[in-house]
Structures are given as structure tokens and as C-alpha cells.
């Protein structure tokens, strides 16, 4: 009987789109590889357990506080990172001695960024499962959002800039370049190149991101997102169809106060709301006030739900938005960061979607914009033609397959 060679799974696991993503990919190539994880957090490391997989909480444990940290530095709220010296060479002996004892003969992460030192220091492929939002080839062919650029002159003028700092920037933390240097590892110069996997797995396709030429370690494997096992609850498959069902999900990057003050807003509205994120407003849970048009509820089968549906109001994370493609319906996008905004703009630019800014966080422009988008023959129509596009893509196999055909008969 041939033994399993092992791969190691480490995603951020505070990341629900990292976690799930990196399940989904585990799930198709488990009959080959012997599939282990490791994360920092517990948030979300019980979705790994049901799914039969081997989840090492490593230390330095992340608490809260170094999560929203991460999550503000990741969304541009903030610049303070938590990651000290003492954390990063924490990290990348514990992470080295997971590989040590493993041997695995690939390393699949999210924005792990201590495993960018420990793989390359222990010599063991780096495979990042990763948007193409915020790459080289999205800086050089990508549709940019940029401000002030309704002039031709002014938006090309204004592109060569962008792209200019984007792709010259060598900033780097000084703990990882200094914890790199200890490992004997050389980071590449330019910071979006030392954001780079030895293999980059992107999770969308060339027909949407119209970037058609990419590096060589850069392979298109398509949509990879959460697909939970779990049925519809009854009542869901019950509701009144009296009022447009929504689906609203800002996923683990939405606080709680946000998600919240969108529901207030919804509150008010002639609609029936489907929130899956109970456990993620639980510590305002008490003090809400809703009607019974508002079903808070824990985490959802998003993809089973498209027939129930008629539109979804999301944040711009890839894996959430490409759910709403899939479902065959227009959607609202309410981007928490600049890849978020990136990927909401794709399909704004498809014609599927539409995008709010913080102004228009009020009830009369959101009301405003579910009538417009309900009542769009057209915005339906490119909908149905996203999905087209999206449905006989399985991101998930093509990734597992690209393991499969890489590592599993690697010496």
C-alpha cells in the first residue's frame, strides 16, 4: 500500500474565506495527500474539525486584539501590525518544527506570512491560494479603481502613478526581514513580489479579471469558496414570498457594528433578510431588536440557497462574491477594503452588480438601490450570464488537481 506524502494546509484561521478555501481545496485532494492544518486562531478552526481534517493550534496564539490588529492593517484602517520580532521567530520555529516532523511536500497557505521565512527556509514549496486583486500582473493590466479620473489624460496619468509606487515599494516589516535574514532566507526586493508563492493558485478566471498573460508560477484555477455540507434549515424553505428575500453576509471582516447598522437600515425596508452571522453579532445579540422579517441565523449553505432568493447585499470578499455570481442574481456590494472594492468593480463592470460607499449607508439610498436593482431587466439578465460564465468552473478540483500533478509523485 503506497503511503500518503503529507501536505500542510495554513491558512490565517481568523480568516473565514482562508479557512473555508483552503478546506474546499484539502476536501478534493485528500485521496492522494494526507492533508494536516495549522493556524494561530480557534475562530475558525471547528470547520476544519467537522470536515475530518487534523487542525495543530500553534503558538504564539492569536487573541482578539492581534486579530482586529490584522484585520485593520488588511482593510487599511490601520499600519500597526502585532507581528513583534519575538512573534515572527516564534512562529518560524514552531512552523519549522511542524515541517520537520510532517515532512510535507507542499505548503498551501492564505496571507501566512511567517511561511513566506519557514518554507523557504526548510526548503519546501510555497503554494498561495490567493485573489488577483493587489498582484504584479493586476498592477500592470488590471482595471485600476482610481480617483479623479474621468479625463482620459488625467486616468492615464493618474494609472502610471499608481502602478509606479505599487510595484517599486520595498517596504517590509523590519522583525521579517530581520527573522528572514537569522533563517538565511532572501526576500525578494519589491514588496509585491515577496507577497508571492513559489506557486500562485488565482482564485478567479481570465474572463472576468480580463488579465490574460501571467507569470509562469501564476496558474487560473477559478472560483475556490465555502460550500457547506450543512441542509437549508426548514423554516428558510418556508419563508413568505410577500416581500423580496435577501441574503445579506459581510463575512469575518464586517464588525459587528456594521453589520448591525446595515440590519437596522433593513429593519425598516419591506424585505425579508437572511443574516448568517449570529455568532459574529452575538456580543450586541441581546441589545438588538428586530422583526420577525430579520432572520438571524449561523452560517449558511450560501450556494444551495439561489432559488430562495432574489437579490444579496455582501461585502466584496472573493469567495462571497463570486457565491452571489453564482446564484444567478444581482447583487449589492459594499466593499471594507480595496480588494474588496476590486472585486465588487469586476462585477460592476460585468454589469451584475453595483456598489455602495459609506454615504450611501442610509435607509432612503439603500431602499433606493434594492428597487433599482430588483427592477433591472438588464442587471438580471447579465446575472444569469455571470452564472453561465461561473458554473462549470470548479476551482476547487483544478487546484487539487494542480497539487496532484505537481507534488504527488515528487521525489
Known amino acids: 500500500m503506497k503511503i500518503k506524502r503529507t501536505i500542510i494546509f495554513a491558512p490565517e484561521t481568523f480568516n473565514l474565506a482562508e479557512t473555508t478555501r483552503s478546506i474546499e481545496v484539502a476536501k478534493k485532494c485528500s485521496h492522494v495527500f494526507n492533508c494536516i492544518f495549522i493556524g494561530y486562531s480557534n475562530k475558525y478552526s471547528y470547520l476544519i474539525e467537522e470536515s475530518n481534517f487534523t487542525f495543530l493550534h500553534l503558538k504564539p496564539h492569536l487573541n482578539e486584539r492581534q486579530i482586529t490588529q490584522l484585520m485593520n ?10 507581528f513583534t520580532y519575538e512573534h515572527i521567530q516564534e512562529r518560524v520555529k514552531n512552523e519549522k518544527k511542524i515541517i520537520e516532523k510532517y515532512h510535507p511536500i507542499a505548503i498551501v497557505i492564505g496571507t501566512t506570512l511567517s511561511m513566506f ?10 503554494v498561495y491560494i490567493k485573489p488577483l486583486a493587489y498582484t504584479r500582473p493586476y498592477f500592470l493590466q488590471g482595471d485600476l479603481l482610481l480617483p479623479f479620473s474621468s479625463f482620459h489624460i488625467v486616468h492615464k496619468i493618474i494609472k502610471k502613478a499608481v502602478q ?4 517599486h515599494i520595498t517596504y517590509k516589516p523590519k522583525a521579517f526581514s530581520k527573522v528572514a535574514k ?11 513580489d515577496a507577497l508571492d508563492g513559489d506557486y500562485n493558485l488565482i482564485t478567479t478566471i481570465s474572463e472576468i479579471s480580463e488579465i490574460h498573460h501571467v507569470p509562469t508560477n501564476y496558474h487560473y484555477v477559478g472560483p475556490v469558496y465555502a460550500k457547506l455540507d ?32 446595515i440590519l437596522n437600515i433593513l429593519n425598516q425596508l419591506p424585505v425579508t433578510v437572511i443574516c448568517p452571522m449570529k455568532r459574529i453579532v452575538e456580543s450586541q445579540y441581546n441589545n438588538l431588536s428586530f ?20 437579490l444579496s447585499i455582501i461585502h466584496g470578499g472573493e469567495g462571497t462574491v463570486q457565491t452571489a455570481c453564482l446564484s444567478g442574481k444581482p447583487f449589492i456590494g459594499f466593499g471594507l477594503q480595496q480588494e474588496q472594492r476590486v472585486n465588487i468593480n469586476e462585477c460592476v463592470r460585468f454589469g451584475n452588480a453595483v456598489a455602495l460607499r459609506k454615504k450611501d449607508l442610509t435607509k432612503a439610498r439603500i431602499s433606493d438601490y434594492i428597487k433599482k436593482v ?9 446575472a444569469l450570464e455571470m452564472q453561465r460564465t461561473l458554473m462549470n468552473v470548479d476551482g476547487p478540483k483544478n487546484a487539487a488537481q494542480f497539487l496532484i500533478e505537481t507534488f504527488a509523485t515528487a521525489k
Do not use: W
Not at 509606479?164 to 510595484?167: F, G, H, P, Q, W
Open 73 to 82: 492593517v488588511d482593510q487599511m484602517k490601520g499600519f500597526k501590525h502585532p
Open 117 to 126: 521565512i519557514s518554507s523557504r527556509a526548510s526548503r519546501i514549496p510555497l
Open 164 to 167: 509606479s509606487i505599487a510595484l
Open 182 to 192: 537569522e533563517e538565511g532566507v532572501e526576500l525578494p526586493k519589491y514588496t509585491i
Open 230 to 261: 450543512a441542509p437549508i434549515p426548514s423554516f428558510i424553505k418556508k419563508l413568505p414570498k410577500d416581500r423580496p428575500i435577501l441574503y445579506f453576509a459581510m463575512g469575518s471582516s464586517g464588525s459587528p457594528a456594521m453589520i448591525v447598522k
Open 291 to 310: 422583526n420577525d422579517h430579520i432572520i438571524l441565523c449561523d452560517f449558511l449553505p450560501a450556494h444551495k440557497m439561489n432559488d430562495l432568493i432574489d
Open 374 to 382: 430588483l427592477a433591472s431587466k438588464e442587471m438580471h439578465k447579465k
